[in-house]
């Protein structure tokens, strides 16, 4: 097996689908980083992939869409994790970079207290049927 970020990603897609993982987690996982990082970083090898350079790819993405570049140094650190298990690499670089991505707060919305505050979306009969819950 090589030794790029790539190869090492893939051989990881397939233990966790033979582990049990479900198909589109795995699926979930290969195409987000197929589509922003192995563009620029896959064909290195992995032992010389450092903090700074995942971090400006996360930050590329973080000015799309904030919670897919945290959800995306999870997925890199697990294939640093996993290359630390084979012996393919000495250090996972997106422990350092903990807090760097930042995901926007959710708002807070009103609460619906009764079926009559649900009636607004819903027909008269379902209101009614919501309120035998």
């Known amino acids: 097996m090589r030794r790029t970020i790539s190869s090492i990603s893939r051989a990881l897609w397939a233990a966790?689908?033979?582990?049990?993982?479900?198909?589109?987690?795995?699926?979930?996982?290969v195409k987000k980083l197929e589509k922003d990082v192995f563009p620029w970083i896959?064909?290195?090898?992995?032992?010389?992939i450092e903090s700074p350079k995942i971090l400006a790819i996360l930050n590329r993405i973080e000015a799309r869409v904030a919670e897919t570049?945290?959800?995306?140094?999870?997925?890199?650190?697990e294939v640093f994790r996993y290359a630390i298990a084979c012996g393919k690499a000495k250090n996972d670089p997106t422990t350092a970079l903990k807090g760097a991505v930042l995901s926007r707060k959710g708002r807070r919305f009103a609460a619906i207290?009764?079926?009559?505050?649900?009636g607004f979306c819903c027909s008269p009969s379902t209101a009614t049927n919501a309120a035998k819950w």
């Open 113 to 118: 207290r009764s079926p009559r505050d649900l």
């Open 42 to 48: 896959g064909t290195r090898p992995i032992s010389v």
């Open 16 to 29: 966790k689908l033979w582990s049990g993982k479900s198909h589109e987690y795995v699926e979930e996982m």
């Open 69 to 77: 570049a945290r959800r995306l140094r999870g997925f890199i650190g």
